[in-house]
C-alpha cells in the first residue's frame, strides 16, 4: 500500500522560508518522480515543481522560480521544497505527489493516477 505524507507547513511572516518535506512508502522510492502542488482557497490546483528520479531534472513554476527549490535524498524516501522570499500569494494547502509512470520522469501532465498526500497548510502573512 503506497503511502505519501506531507510534514513542515505553517504560519510565517512575508519574506520568511519554510522547507516541506513528503515522506513516500509502500513502493521503490527512487523509481518515481516526484511533485509539489498547491491549491488557495476558491482556486485551481497548480503545480509548483517537479523533480525525476535521480534528482538531476527538476521544474519550478514561474510564480516560484527562484524563491523555491525542490530536491529529494533518495536514501531517506524523502522529498523537500525548499521555500524561500515567501509572499502572502504563497498562502496554499501543499500536496505531495508520486508520478506512477516507472519512467521516472516529469510528466507534462500530472496522471490522473498518481498517488497524492493529504496536504500541508502553508500561510504567509503580511
Known amino acids: 500500500q503506497v503511502q505519501v505524507v506531507e510534514s513542515g507547513g505553517g504560519l510565517v511572516q512575508a519574506g520568511g522560508s519554510l522547507r516541506l518535506s513528503c515522506t513516500a512508502s509502500g513502493l521503490t522510492f527512487d523509481d518515481y518522480a516526484m511533485g509539489w502542488f498547491r491549491q488557495a482557497p476558491g482556486k485551481e490546483r497548480e503545480g509548483v515543481s517537479c523533480i525525476n528520479w535521480s534528482g538531476a531534472y527538476t521544474y519550478h513554476a514561474n510564480s516560484v522560480k527562484g524563491r523555491f527549490t525542490i530536491s529529494r535524498d533518495n536514501a531517506k524516501n524523502t522529498l523537500y521544497l525548499q521555500m524561500n522570499s515567501l509572499k502572502p500569494e504563497d498562502t496554499a494547502m501543499y500536496y505531495c505527489?508520486?508520478?506512477?509512470?516507472?519512467?521516472?520522469?516529469?510528466?507534462?501532465?500530472?496522471?490522473?493516477?498518481?498517488?497524492w498526500g493529504q496536504g500541508t497548510q502553508v500561510y504567509v502573512g503580511s
Open positions: 505527489a508520486l508520478n506512477p509512470s516507472d519512467d521516472g520522469s516529469c510528466p507534462d501532465v500530472w496522471p490522473s493516477d498518481g498517488y
